[in-house]
Structures are given as structure tokens and as C-alpha cells.
């Protein structure tokens, strides 16, 4: 089939689609239903021409025996759209609430560890930190930060800290002024905040390697499992259950629930949003609307002596 400019296009035939969709769902969990056919056709055809292969069989042959390429492959399936200060409500719970409630419980020296569970480009990261210098907090000492993809590019680009215009749609201009320096249109991220970020190459099916993670207290991993079939869900969150300490809080996206994937984790109503929370022993039996009423009272009060 000739394709507008003359070229063949190429065209996915049944056995193709479920040889790749195979391939990625066993390599890191991406699900490609039927109706994703045509947008995985069309991205991966541009790879095949590049590579000047004639088919998507060939290509799978390529994807069964070169990593490089495979990684390749997910980078132009997944889309990495993010940037700074996303879902401010979530942020707002987690500083004023979430990180608050967790040292109250387990006082100490030791830094609450926050993971950042698909940080695409660094935005989500480089944003706690910021957030936790902003609150007076001291990066390091107070609380680490962790950072993993599964895209090598995309974690080469949060490393520099470059960033163009779109990354800060939600960033208020004297934190851009205070934390970043522009240079031919593009803003570096200071070293202040850069140099409180652990990076790490990580997939997330991948059980060897995300056990040696340490544990954690805060898990963030918000419009990433949608990639997922339900199967890879429940892997997935049955890891993050695992490296989450007693008491430690997961926060997705606010399209993403654990409705019929995890009942490991109770729904907590914070002042500013709806997070999960690992159990811990010994804990009082939760009442949803009793710390929903009681989180508006404290909103008031605090809101009146302000």
C-alpha cells in the first residue's frame, strides 16, 4: 500500500500485532489493546523505516535480539508527558498532611524516603525537592529522594536539569526565578536541587533489581500503571506494597485507582485529596468520614487564625 508521499506504508497484520504486544507485555508490562493497534502501527512503522526493514516481523526479530531497540520501541510507545508542580492538590497533601503525619509517627534522624516510580524527564522529583525547600526542610537530612524510569533518554534528560517553556506551565515565576537560570531558552535546574535526586534505571516488573531498593515511606507513581493489564496492576502494586514501609502512603494519579487490583491499602480523605495508605500495627480502625469531617475542622481553624 502506497502511503501520500509515495512510500510504502506499512501495515500490521494480526500475527505481527500479537508478536509485539507479547513482546512488550513480558519485557515491562505495556498492554496494547486492539483499539491502541493503530497508534503502535504508526509509531513503530517510523522505526522500521529508519531501520529500512520490511516488516513488523522483521522488526520483532530485531526487538527479540537487540535491548537498545527495545528500549528504543517503549520510548516511542509511551508518552512522557509531564512537568512542574503536576496535580498541586496531591502535592499539597503530601507536604502539609502526608510527610507531617509520618514523622509524628517515627520521630528521628533518619530522612523519610520518597520514590518517584516513573519519573519520565525529572519533573516530578526536582518538584519535591523544591516543595521540601520551600517548607523549610533540609533534602538529605530530612528526606531523600529516588527517581526511576525505564527510559534511558528520558532519565539522561532529567540528570542535565535542561528545561524548555512547557515544563512550567504550573510553575509560579519567583520559584522558576529562585531555582532555575535561563540560557538561550532553555532553564537549567539549580545544583541546590539537582544534587538531592537519586536516578536509577529501573523497570518495574523487574523483581531483582527493584529489590535492592531500600524501603520506602512515600511511593509516587501517578499516570504510569494505565499502561498496564490488569495482571501487571496487581504485580506492580504488590511491589510497591512490599517496599513500602508500615504506615507509608501510595499516591497515583488521579485517574488511577486500586479498585479490583490491590485491597492492600486502605483510601484515605486528606484535606486536599484521596490518597492510599499502607496499614500499619496497631492501627486505630480508619473511618473515612470521620477524618474527612475532622480534616475540615482543622481546615477552618487553621484558615481562622490565619
Given at each position: 500500500?502506497?502511503?501520500?508521499?509515495?512510500?510504502?506504508?506499512?501495515?500490521?497484520?494480526?500475527?505481527?500485532?500479537?508478536?509485539?504486544?507479547?513482546?512488550?507485555?513480558?519485557?515491562?508490562?505495556?498492554?496494547?489493546?486492539?483499539?491502541?493497534?493503530?497508534?503502535?502501527?504508526?509509531?513503530?512503522?517510523?522505526?522500521?523505516?529508519?531501520?529500512?526493514?520490511?516488516?513488523?516481523?522483521?522488526?520483532?526479530?530485531?526487538?527479540?535480539?537487540?535491548?537498545?531497540?527495545?528500549?528504543?520501541?517503549?520510548?516511542?510507545?509511551?508518552?512522557?508527558?509531564?512537568?512542574?508542580?503536576?496535580?498541586?492538590?496531591?502535592?499539597?497533601?503530601?507536604?502539609?498532611?502526608?510527610?507531617?503525619?509520618?514523622?509524628?509517627?517515627?520521630?528521628?534522624?533518619?530522612?523519610?524516603?520518597?520514590?518517584?516510580?516513573?519519573?519520565?524527564?525529572?519533573?516530578?522529583?526536582?518538584?519535591?525537592?523544591?516543595?521540601?525547600?520551600?517548607?523549610?526542610?533540609?533534602?538529605?537530612?530530612?528526606?531523600?529522594?529516588?527517581?526511576?524510569?525505564?527510559?534511558?533518554?528520558?532519565?539522561?534528560?532529567?540528570r542535565r536539569g535542561?528545561?524548555?517553556?512547557?515544563?512550567?506551565?504550573?510553575?509560579?515565576?519567583?520559584?522558576?526565578?529562585k531555582y532555575f537560570?535561563?540560557?538561550?531558552?532553555?532553564?537549567?535546574?539549580?545544583?541546590?536541587?539537582?544534587?538531592?535526586?537519586?536516578?536509577?534505571?529501573?523497570?518495574?516488573?523487574?523483581?531483582?533489581?527493584?529489590?535492592?531498593?531500600?524501603?520506602?515511606?512515600?511511593?509516587?507513581?501517578?499516570?504510569?500503571?494505565?499502561?498496564?493489564?490488569?495482571?501487571?496492576?496487581?504485580?506492580?502494586?504488590?511491589?510497591?506494597?512490599?517496599?513500602?514501609?508500615?504506615?507509608?502512603?501510595?499516591?497515583?494519579?488521579?485517574?488511577?485507582?486500586?479498585?479490583?487490583?490491590?485491597?492492600?491499602?486502605?483510601?484515605r480523605h486528606l484535606?486536599?485529596?484521596?490518597?492510599?495508605?499502607?496499614?500499619?500495627?496497631?492501627?486505630?480502625?480508619?473511618?473515612?468520614?470521620?477524618?474527612?469531617?475532622?480534616?475540615?475542622?482543622?481546615?477552618?481553624?487553621?484558615?481562622?487564625?490565619?
Amino acid at each position: 500500500m502506497r502511503g501520500p508521499g509515495g512510500h510504502d506504508e506499512l501495515q500490521m497484520t494480526d500475527a505481527e500485532f500479537r508478536m509485539i504486544c507479547d513482546l512488550l507485555r513480558s519485557h515491562c508490562g505495556l498492554h496494547f489493546g486492539a483499539e491502541s493497534r493503530y497508534v503502535l502501527e504508526k509509531r513503530l512503522a517510523r522505526r522500521i523505516q529508519e531501520l529500512e526493514l520490511s516488516s513488523f516481523a522483521a522488526y520483532h526479530y530485531q526487538l527479540r535480539s537487540d535491548d537498545q531497540e527495545l528500549a528504543r520501541a517503549v520510548d516511542e510507545l509511551v508518552t512522557n508527558e509531564t512537568y512542574f508542580f503536576r496535580e498541586r492538590n496531591q502535592l499539597r497533601a503530601l507536604f502539609e498532611e502526608i510527610l507531617p503525619e509520618l514523622r509524628q509517627r517515627c520521630p528521628g534522624d533518619h530522612p523519610l524516603a520518597i520514590w518517584s516510580a516513573g519519573c519520565s524527564s525529572g519533573e516530578e522529583p526536582y518538584t519535591l525537592v523544591m516543595l521540601a525547600l520551600e517548607a523549610g526542610l533540609r533534602p538529605g537530612r530530612d528526606l531523600r529522594v529516588y527517581a526511576s524510569d525505564i527510559s534511558r533518554p528520558m532519565l539522561q534528560k532529567a540528570r542535565r536539569g535542561l528545561y524548555r517553556e512547557a515544563s512550567f506551565r504550573q510553575t509560579d515565576d519567583h520559584l522558576r526565578d529562585k531555582y532555575f537560570r535561563e540560557k538561550d531558552g532553555m532553564w537549567r535546574i539549580a545544583d541546590e536541587v539537582k544534587q538531592h535526586v537519586d536516578f536509577i534505571h529501573l523497570n518495574l516488573t523487574d523483581k531483582s533489581k527493584i529489590a535492592l531498593l531500600g524501603n520506602m515511606d512515600v511511593t509516587l507513581c501517578r499516570n504510569v500503571i494505565i499502561y498496564f493489564n490488569a495482571e501487571t496492576k496487581q504485580q506492580v502494586i504488590q511491589t510497591f506494597e512490599d517496599k513500602l514501609r508500615p504506615g507509608g502512603f501510595l499516591l497515583l494519579g488521579h485517574s488511577e485507582s486500586l479498585i479490583n487490583v490491590s485491597s492492600a491499602f486502605e483510601l484515605r480523605h486528606l484535606t486536599h485529596d484521596l490518597v492510599y495508605r499502607k496499614p500499619a500495627p496497631g492501627d486505630s480502625p480508619y473511618d473515612p468520614w470521620h477524618a474527612a469531617a475532622a480534616a475540615a475542622v482543622a481546615r477552618v481553624d487553621r484558615e481562622g487564625r490565619s
